[in-house]
């Protein structure tokens, strides 16, 4: 028995009977809905609407829709109850038969045409009908009756209704036709790039987020549709997306959305910027802080990072903090790794001895080797890596890669390259496996095997952009195949715009060519995303040919105080004869 309808159809019953009792507001707002009734109800009309609701109500509840649904649609009639129009729609519904519940929405709407619920219904089975020419003027009616100031959130909840259409380029067309008259509203055109984001138009998508953006700074489904399609457009996005927090800037959830977009397109630079930010902002957010760390030892901000990491830690220690164990190793890895490029090797080990068991167990004697290799004791960090497992296949691919970064650390790269080399006949069709090979074969001055292998994983793998991009960048860096080093990186940055690496090389190849004013612009943009020594590097050099010889000298200075052993860096700093 629904008491809920009862207790609805009731009270509007009531009121009728003792209108001087009712709240001014309530009484204005049922005035519509009641004015066709001259006469207050006698006892018999509420004894016989009170059956008529009971009989259709016991009716839906033994298993009789069709008689349920009669006497409610009567009753609702009779007494211009919204309550039981709703729930004569509802058995309608539930007993599979939408025309039905089509019928007692389109009675209650003329009953009470200016009953939001009413439309809403309207709307709902039209378009589930497929029926979406006639679902335009159900839409654009509940938004008619909508006061103004509340348009813009109503206009945001439809997206929901326009995504049931019968496919997306269905869901665009009704939702176009639908807000055609509230294109002024901006969350109108947030709607449509919702929809066209789902049909896959993510630049479309991306557009309409900007140009929302734009007319309304603080609009969050804007600026989580702007991040939805970050990778559109990368650049526009991060120059857009302050807009927003300047607005808000308490909205931790977008900043680490933003944060996340960035470091996928390793924007590093500006996921830098924004977890300092919200560090600022939102201090208490532990995640804040763990982020934070792992960007600064990633930039060697070494003092820094360990104190956003103890930063971490002490907010997850207080009560009632839950975190996540993984993370909690993470911090304590990064926090040994920070101790070791002190050379602090004592506080390094207690460090990594304070990841719980079973967590990280290859990072931490990854650490523990790399620590012992950076004492001279290389050969006993080859020995504690021999005894990781080897039985299943991915163990021993991880075997392999911490073998190739324990030499590769220890900056013996023909070993390296050698340890990866043997695994190429069983991981040869895996496209990560055989990209660091190659990488493998430049710092060990193969080069051809190199070129081999990036050949190698783009035959394969069509779409995976970093072997693009190192071949492309090779290539310009030997002054090597200029026009395919130039259409290779071109290529790449469409699998990967805004990426700061990809704008290295092409900014490099650009250089190689000779076009100074496009590689300065390149690499300008890729030094903005993020401050790596390499880019840094080329980007002093471009600058110091263009005789900005002051700026060169100065962002090739702090290049080489981060990565002082950095061969790009040394490389630039021969070429420009410049010592510090």
Known sequence: MRLAVFAAALLAASSWLHPAHAAPEAQSSRSAAVARQDDQPGAQDLARWFYAVLTGEIAANSGHPAVAYTELLKAARDMNSEALFERATEVAVAAGAPEQALAAVNAWRS?????????????????????????????????????????????????????????????????????????????????IGLLQARAGDAKLAFAAASRALVADHGMQAAAALLLR??????????????????????DADLRLAWIQAALGQQRD?????????????????????????????????????????????????????????????????????AARKQHDYPQAERWLAQVPAGQESLAVTLQQATILADQDRFKAGLELLDKLPSATPEQ?????????????????YSQAYAVLKTGLAQFGQDADYVYEAAMMAEKAGDTADMEALLRRVIAAHAHYQPAYNALGYTLADRDKQLPLALQLVTHALELSPGNPFVLDSLGWVQFRMGDLK??????????????????AA?????????????????????????????DVVKAAMQRMDVRF
Do not use: C, M
């Not at 496009?518 to 880019?535: G, N, T, V």
């Open 538 to 566: 080329h980007l002093a050099e471009v600058l110091w040919h263009q005789g900005d010889k002051a700026r060169a000298r100065k962002i090739l200075h702090e290049a080489f105080d981060r990565a002082p052993h950095d």
């Open 396 to 412: 021993r691919r991880e075997r392999l890669f911490a073998l190739a970064q324990l030499y590769r650390t220890a900056k013996h």
């Open 269 to 337: 630079g500006i996921a830098l910027t924004q977890a300092l930010a919200l560090s600022t902002a939102r201090p208490e957010l532990a995640q804040g802080w763990l982020i934070l760390g792992s960007l600064q030892l990633q930039q060697e901000q070494v003092l820094q990072a360990q104190k956003s990491f103890l930063t971490y830690l002490s907010l997850v220690s207080q009560p009632g903090v839950s975190t996540a164990s993984a993370d909690s190793a993470r911090a304590y890895l990064a926090l040994a790794d």
């Open 518 to 535: 496009s590689a300065r612009a390149s690499l300008e943009q890729a030094y903005a995303a993020r401050q790596d020594p390499e880019i």
């Open 111 to 191: 009953a009470q045409p200016e009953s939001p619920k009413a439309q809403t219904w309207a709307a709902q089975l039209l378009v589930a009908l497929g029926r979406n020419a006639d679902a335009v003027s159900a839409i654009s009616r509940i938004i008619a009756i909508t006061p103004e100031p509340q348009r813009p959130k109503t206009i945001l909840s439809l997206a929901s209704l326009f995504a049931r259409a019968s496919d997306p380029r269905a869901a665009i067309d009704l939702a176009k036709k639908s807000l055609a008259a509230y294109q002024s509203i901006p969350q109108s055109g947030v709607v």
């Open 229 to 250: 399609t970050y990778t559109v457009n990368p650049p526009q996005a991060d120059a857009l997306l302050p807009r927003y927090f300047t607005a808000r800037p308490d």
